[in-house]
């Protein structure tokens, strides 16, 4: 068995093509390359969607938290090798469950384990947890396609 690897903020930036606002993954604590990984979002209160969402009672939007496990996900997908013209899409959810909202000043704590892969789609068992509770989870389906294929 391989040893457990980490990323830092600079090699995620080399993995995603997401930039500030929409980069929702702030570090990766652990990679087994194929199988699982975990990583975290610092939630601040100067995330811009915290303007709006609400301005009462800051809560993190439910589909943001699906997108920071989305690229979670394509980090574990991108963690051996990553084709420059590649592009990764999110194709699917299924069971998405939110138990716990998240607010500013938490930390996400996200992990995906690879459940399936087969010509370019990948199937994910995804949560979000936020001091050791489940605050979502959910199976996702991404695709990896070659741009201008």
Avoid: W
């Avoid at 194929?34 to 990583?39: E, Y």
């Avoid at 496990?69 to 194709?91: C, G, K």
């Amino acid at each position: 068995m391989s040893k457990p690897i980490a990323i830092d903020i600079n090699q995620i930036l080399k993995l995603l093509p997401h930039r500030y606002p929409f980069l929702l993954v702030d570090r990766v604590l652990e990679i087994e390359p194929r199988q699982s990984i975990t990583a975290l979002k610092n939630v601040t209160m100067n995330e811009p969607f915290f303007q709006g969402h609400f301005p009462d009672f800051p809560v993190m939007p439910g589909v943001l938290i699906i997108e920071a496990l989305a690229q979670t996900a394509a980090l574990l997908t991108f963690s051996e090798v990553r084709e420059e013209n590649a592009v990764y899409y999110f194709a699917g959810i299924d069971g998405a469950r939110f138990k716990k909202p998240v607010l500013p000043g938490d930390q996400l704590i996200m992990t995906a384990k690879l459940e399936r892969e087969r010509a370019g789609i990948y199937k994910f068992q995804v949560q979000a947890t936020v001091d050791g509770e489940l605050a979502a989870e959910a199976n996702i389906t991404c695709a990896v396609r070659t741009k201008g294929a």
